[in-house]
């Protein structure tokens, strides 16, 4: 006879610490918290509703894990990709092109660090590294089948084991490993080593950064960036690359929209910048986020998102006095 271990009763407060690392592991899977958060209230759902046949086979844990991958994985197939635009096509040399958007497109959200950090726990102890949380690196898996998708985040970022993983999704062990080796592959040769400069010299680079653009000052941010920057800003698809293809795109707008304030805050383990445009003297509003990588040569990569709707989890005013 079997004996089950659930109790609905119990469930609420024992699923409940496993909800915030299975919203980071929809994150990472998805490149939205929306549609993670989403997918995850259906598999607590779920897992509510069979708790009373949960037979403790495996921990809480591991059944939770299992559910919500299936979930992703069909989350994936009925969503299309979401990209920033250098997934998308070339950089833009022309710089009388016509700067071109897409509303039909649904873009590579940010996440707050709040909600991504320290939620890599058991099994096998694993340490929260940055670089999984990182735009690129998110980026990077949203071009991978859904299953391979899977397989690199248990594997490498939540540390399965083969067999555990194999579990998880009806696979064998020689198949999670074939599949985990096609995905590191496929991923930028890049993504694990990023070059970060010391803190002196990143505390120096932000600083610059935010006064180049406090005091719109085109010169001033050009020397910030490294020779072959890139600077992207969904919802639009045109990006650039390059310090001085950026430097003659910002410059004009920068005279457009004059001097803005900015508010400091933190995205995907990146540093960002909220930035706000608007009279100095008056009401400023909320433009985009720029999130940024640093390595030693300069700010090396600019994501400005300039979907205000897409930022409401950053909790950031919608306009500020000055």
Not at 46 to 71: K, N, V
Not at 119 to 133: F, K, N
Request: hydrophobic share 45%; aromatic share 8%.
């Amino acid at each position: 006879m079997t004996t089950t271990v659930g109790d609905s009763q119990d469930f609420g407060q024992l699923a409940e610490p496993f909800r915030r690392e299975l919203i980071a592991y929809g994150y990472r899977m998805l490149g939205s918290l929306d549609d993670a958060e989403d997918i995850v209230q259906d598999v607590y759902l779920e897992a509510w509703r069979a708790y009373d046949r949960f037979e403790g086979r495996s921990s809480l844990r591991t059944w939770l894990y299992r559910i919500a991958t299936r979930a992703f994985i069909k989350g994936i197939e009925r969503r299309n990709r979401r990209p920033l635009p250098s997934d998308l096509s070339a950089p833009t040399w022309d710089l009388s092109v016509v700067v071109r958007g897409s509303a039909e497109l649904a873009w590579l959200q940010p996440a707050p660090d709040s909600v991504l950090t320290g939620t890599l726990g058991e099994p096998g102890a694993v340490v929260a590294q940055r670089h999984t949380i990182r735009l690129a690196f998110v980026a990077a898996l949203q071009g991978f089948p859904p299953r391979q998708r899977a397989v690199l985040i248990l594997r490498d970022v939540l540390g399965l084991s083969a067999s555990e993983v194999g579990a998880q999704l009806d696979l064998s062990v020689a198949a999670v490993n074939s599949a985990l080796q096609r995905a590191r592959a496929r991923l930028p040769a890049d993504h694990d080593r990023v070059t970060e400069p010391s803190e002196a010299r990143q505390r120096e680079l932000l600083e610059r950064y935010v006064a180049a653009f406090e005091n719109a000052d085109v010169a001033a941010l050009i020397a910030t960036l490294s020779e072959d920057a890139a600077f992207e800003m969904p919802p639009f698809l045109t990006w650039f690359r390059g310090r001085e293809a950026i430097g003659t795109f910002l410059g004009a707008r920068m005279l457009e929209l004059g001097k803005m304030s900015v508010i400091r805050t933190s995205a995907n383990g990146q540093p960002a910048m909220a930035l706000y445009a608007g009279p100095r003297d008056g009401q400023q509003q909320l433009h985009s986020l720029h999130v940024l990588t640093l390595a030693a040569q300069g700010v090396s990569r600019v994501v400005a998102f300039q979907d205000i709707a897409a930022l409401d989890r950053f909790e950031l005013p919608a306009s500020r006095c000055n």
